[in-house]
């Protein structure tokens, strides 16, 4: 079964400064899709940014780029200019082909300070 | 605002009670998801329904059920309720089956279940 891992539960960044997030993953499949979804406290869940497993370039929306390494199953986030309206839990999320459902990692808090 | 609506947003029962929850897909999506977040679990999946009909189950206990009607919404049972089903319920929806990258989950705002 497909699983996927936050190891950070918690980062911090300074406004206007980057930060990336790390998330990796398990699969024996060759095709599959890549999501990173924000929860702020609101507890909205907001997609953020996506990636087909079989596109080696990395997806960007904005300020939010990943850096996708498929042979070592990592895909990371970036978060460029850090705003204090990114303060919010950031989960990893991975979506098989064959299967509809989605797997989540057990998310990253991350914190903005002004 | 992701154009899911789920009702009610917030829900207090007993253990023993049963309740349905309900969502509505964003117009045009096809299909259903169902999710558990709970502290202890993390985002789980529950279920998936396309256009009426079941496609994927997860952790799904015997005690829940789900159905997706004519008009495209659905309603997820729980009966029977334990402490341990408080947790906030999410509903999304897509295009699709669930097969191709466009076919993106959008999630509804949740529904904050709380069991006495």
């Known amino acids: 079964a497909q699983t996927v891992t936050q190891s950070q539960p918690e980062m911090s960044v300074q406004e206007a400064e980057t930060v990336t997030l790390s998330c990796t993953y398990d699969t024996s499949e060759s095709d599959y899709y890549l999501f990173w979804y924000k929860q702020p406290p609101s507890r909205q869940m907001i997609l953020v940014i996506r990636q087909e497993a079989y596109k080696q370039q990395n997806a960007t929306e904005n300020r939010f780029s990943v850096n996708f390494q498929k042979a070592a199953k990592s895909f990371s986030l970036k978060i460029s200019d850090s705003q204090l309206g990114d303060a919010a839990m950031y989960f990893c999320a991975y979506r098989s082909l064959s299967h509809n459902d989605m797997r989540f990692g057990a998310g990253t808090r991350l914190t903005v300070k002004p | 605002d992701s154009g899911v609506t789920q009702t009610p947003k917030h829900l207090i029962t007993a253990t023993g009670q049963r309740v349905t929850l309900r969502c509505s897909p964003r117009s045009g999506d096809l299909s259903v998801y169902w999710y558990q977040q709970s502290l202890d679990q993390g985002l789980q999946f529950l279920i998936h329904y396309y256009n009426g009909e079941e496609r994927a189950k997860g952790n799904i206990l015997e005690r829940f059920s789900a159905q997706q009607f004519p008009d495209l919404h659905s309603e997820l049972n729980l009966s029977s309720l334990e402490l341990g089903d408080s947790a906030l319920y999410f509903c999304?929806?897509?295009?699709?089956?669930?097969?191709?990258?466009?076919?993106?989950?959008?999630f509804g705002p949740g529904t904050r279940l709380t069991v006495l």
């Open positions: 999304a929806s897509s295009v699709g089956s669930g097969r191709a990258l466009t076919d993106t989950q959008y």
